[in-house]
């Protein structure tokens, strides 16, 4: 076999490959008389059917398969021998031109790229850290203790305040006609919390049972419902019921119901300060990897294979119609999605997978059994039976695949803030809940 490599473009390349007719049409022939023992036609018993009828209704197909894996094989080898990392597939066509007794193609494909990496003790990396205060724990108590609360009835005469759960029928008119979602009966919200626009909230705070009103209302240029977004509506709300809410006591049967084995509330401040401080820890961890990739990516010198930036726009828009479908979207599969929606960020994850993969190798940053067993213990604490979190990803080879590489990633982070320009930043306990993750 005779190779040609050619640089097109950047990371294009061209290989012509050339195979011997002998070697294809003989496999040719082994494969078709394979296929003659077992195959079954009408008027012949099984393995009886005569070769010539055999090339003539299976000879294309089988032509076809044994081209493409001789010329597949081929290419691997061509391009092993070459050392040439191949990123995608290649697209192979036929010469119309070979030597004689040979058939010849040409492969064109894309390398990997020469990744330059510059010097990361000039890259700028902010890293933030955040303390868990009694004050976030109190904060929590009180939604767990919202989450617990009953609600009585309120005296007749008694003014809707906030806090209070009130049952409402409301129908809402834009220029006189009635719109989609304006209008329900017997409606419970609880004042103050947001569940319905501040506007509603003010109308509906003060008034007592058996009370209507009218009130126009506008809806913001952003609201979800976009055919009544920017408008304003006229509604007439009236209170059929009025009921005020009280809270549990912190106390130990409210430790025992949230299911704190010593039944305390210092133990119970104790488990809600590890369950923050846990989510403390993963916020900052994300945070502050984020922040590392940033800067990998800004130091990075390399080519994008387009290969592997198809492959992940492929592997989008598919995340993005399994999204779609199981939400209940009709006709999902069938969704116009326009790749160009994800190709920043597809370019973006083509360009830092290059550039860790790059930093792993060149640095022996790769994943120990150790911290993949330690990182399944820590996952795994925070779940009532962790040795039953740790036999299922320890199940699963692409569980452990999965957790490999969030080490590999947390292995990276530390490699690059050790060597980096860092400014140490202390966050809220507030700000950094604020953020996502």
Partial sequence: MAVNVET??????????????DSIRGEVDSRL?????????????????????????????????????????????????ANLRVAGQPTITEKDS??????????????????KIGDLATAEVERVSADVGDEAIDR???????????????????????????????????????????????????????????????????????ESKTFPLAFPEDYQGKEVAGKTADFMVTVHKLEASHLPEVNEALAKSLGVKDGTVDALRADIRKNLERE??????????????????????????????????????????????????KDADKAPIPED?????????????LVVAELVRANNLQATPEQIKAHVEEMASSYEKPEEVVRYYYADNRRLADVEALVIENNVTEH???KAKVEDKKLSFDDLMGQQG
């Fill in 33 to 81: 008389k394979k296929l003659a023992r077992t195959v079954k036609m009408d008027g012949f018993r099984p393995g009886k059917v005569p070769m010539s009828v055999v090339a003539q209704r299976y000879g294309y197909s089988v032509q076809y398969e044994v081209m493409n894996d001789k010329v597949g094989e081929a290419f691997f080898n061509a391009a092993n021998e």
């Fill in 8 to 21: 097109l473009e950047k990371l294009e390349r061209k290989m012509t490959l050339t195979l011997p007719v």
């Fill in 280 to 329: 403390v820890k993963f916020r900052i961890a994300s945070r502050n990897k984020q922040a590392v990739m940033d800067a990998l990516a800004a130091k990075a010198e390399l080519d994008l294979p387009k290969a592997s930036i198809q492959a992940e726009l492929d592997r989008m828009v598919e995340s993005t119609r399994a999204d779609l479908k199981a939400r209940g979207i």
């Fill in 140 to 210: 929590t108590i009180d939604i767990l203790r919202k989450q617990r609360r009953t609600f009585a009835q309120r005296a007749k005469d008694a003014a809707a305040e906030d806090g209070d759960r009130v049952t409402v029928d409301f129908t809402g008119k834009i220029d006189g006609e009635p719109f989609d979602g304006g209008k329900a009966s017997d409606f419970p919200f609880v004042i103050g919390e947001g569940q319905m626009l501040p506007e509603f909230e003010n109308a509906v705070r003060g008034m007592k049972i058996g």
């Fill in 416 to 418: 690059v803030l050790a």
């Fill in 341 to 353: 929606l994800f190709r920043p960020q597809a370019e973006r994850r083509v360009r830092l997978g």
């Fill in 98 to 115: 070979a030597p004689e007794g040979e058939m010849a193609f040409d492969a064109v494909f894309e390398v990997f790229p020469e990744v």
